[in-house]
């Protein structure tokens, strides 16, 4: 038998398989590397010299459902050609979602990879993301494609010299267990132009990639020095607080001298931010009277507001802004689930914000693309100093994908919501 190995570390792997077909020598095994026409004549060539020598049974081959590609010799003609590909689990998008995203708007399937091309590489999702992003952004998509999001992965082949096998990267793959990718023009993607190779961390977790080091921290970063320019001294509220994003901006805003004031959804986290992230005062959104607890925890006005969540508790938050405040715009996550044309109307607050000579900002993290590694490294480095505390919540199995998600949205999670696969 001839094995064509996809890769070099199952080799061990191939070779237990051949005892199990006991007369069946396994005789050379050479690496896809190239186009696979290219590949398949320049081994039928060799094959033909081996073919000779080697003696194989034609029966047990086709039972095997391996990732390799294997080649049946039977003397000197070639018997069969099992090609068995690749293979990546996704999960499609087949109803687009109504109110809460529900298990049945999603399918899981199983889908060949086709051969690597000149510039291409495999990866194999280690982590993937879970994001609120993903909710409003589905609907945008036609059913039948692949769920939007970005993973950290193992290039485990590779057909372009930058990106080597084993090194780790994080790709806008969607969710599905492997990916063949152009690296140089990998497609439309939301995020990522194309993907990166996870920098050094120190031996801190590669799932950070997708968290306090990759995407949502950056927003933290960007999103709120940026847009709020804090100062020392300045009171600062933060909605979605022991989010991903919303955890990591108050801890920002402490290390730049600010009076810290966080609004999240379960006395869980409530005690969470006051006793380990160390905010001034924290709120339990669905069961405080907001604006009660606003004048009473920031008596002096609020200088910058991190708004995660839009929606009624932002009214309340910037009718108590101070003069010249400052609101970054982050998300609006209290109305992803909601169906648009049938919103609240909105209160008034352009009154406020003329009056009070406010300044709100929305963005996208993306605008500082060319900025990226700034932010990477600066929270890196704040973390190694202790300066910054990052929080997971891992939900194990890409299988479970729906859950985490759905559970992301429920408000189940502490810190960054990511699938282990
Ligand atoms: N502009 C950008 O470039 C950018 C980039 C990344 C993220 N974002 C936005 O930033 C926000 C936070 O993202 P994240 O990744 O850090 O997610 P996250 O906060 O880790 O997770 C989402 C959280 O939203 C809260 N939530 C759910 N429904 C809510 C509701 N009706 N009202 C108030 N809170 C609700 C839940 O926490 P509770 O228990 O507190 O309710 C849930 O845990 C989202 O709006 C997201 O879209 C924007």
């Not at 003397?75 to 087949?94: A, D, E, G, S, Y």
């Not at 051969?115 to 909710?135: F, G, K, N, Q, T």
């Not at 479970?400 to 960054?416: D, S, V």
Request: hydrophobic letters at 40%; glycine letters at 8%; aromatic letters at 10%.
């Amino acid at each position: 038998m001839l094995c064509i190995c996809r890769d070099t570390r199952k080799h061990d792997q191939v070779l237990e398989d051949s005892t199990y077909y006991s007369n069946i020598q396994a005789t050379e095994y050479v690496r896809l590397r190239i186009g696979f026409v290219k590949r398949l004549v320049r081994m039928l060539l060799q094959m033909k010299m081996l073919c000779a020598k080697t003696k194989i049974k034609k029966k047990s081959m086709q039972e095997r459902n391996t990732n390799y590609l294997l080649l049946e010799v039977y003397k000197k003609n070639i018997v069969q050609l099992p090609f068995n590909m690749v293979k990546t689990k996704k999960f499609i998008l087949v109803k687009h979602f109504v109110g809460e995203p529900k298990e049945n708007d999603f399918q899981l399937v199983e889908e060949d990879l086709p051969a690597l091309r000149d510039r291409e590489i495999l990866c194999e999702a280690v982590w993937l993301s879970v994001d609120p992003y993903m909710r409003p952004f589905s609907n945008n998509f036609p059913t039948g494609v692949t769920m939007t999001g970005t993973q950290v992965a193992k290039v485990t082949e590779s057909c372009h010299p930058e990106y080597k096998v084993g090194m780790h990267v994080v790709g806008d793959f969607g969710w599905q267990t492997r990916a063949v990718v152009n690296a140089d023009d990998p497609g439309a993607s939301l995020w990522l132009e194309k993907p990166y190779i996870i920098p050094d961390f120190s031996g801190l977790p590669l799932s950070l990639a997708l968290g306090v080091l990759g995407m949502p921290g950056n927003t933290a970063y960007f999103g709120f020095l940026e847009i709020c320019d804090p100062k020392p001294g300045d009171v600062v509220v933060v909605s979605g607080a022991a989010g991903a994003v919303g955890s990591h901006v108050g801890q920002i805003a402490q290390l730049k001298g600010c009076k810290v004031i966080g609004f999240t959804g379960s006395d869980e986290k409530v005690k969470w931010l006051v006793d380990e992230l160390r905010f001034d005062a924290a709120f339990n959104y669905k069961t405080t009277d907001v604006v009660e607890a606003l004048k009473q925890s920031t008596p002096e006005g609020v200088d910058c507001y991190f708004d995660n969540v839009g929606g009624a508790l932002s009214s309340a938050v910037i009718s108590q802004m101070r003069f010249r405040g400052r609101i970054s715009v982050c998300g609006s996550i209290s109305s992803y689930n909601a169906d648009i044309s049938k919103l609240p109307q909105a209160p008034d607050i352009q009154r406020t914000v003329l009056r009070k000579e406010l300044k709100m900002e929305g963005f996208s993290v993306k605008y500082w693309n060319d900025r990226w590694d700034e932010g990477i490294k600066q929270n890196l480095q704040w973390i190694k100093e202790g300066k910054l505390v990052y929080r997971e919540t891992v939900t194990e199995g890409f299988e479970n994908m729906t859950k985490a998600f759905i559970g992301m949205l429920r408000g189940e999670n502490i810190g960054k919501a990511v699938v282990k696969v």
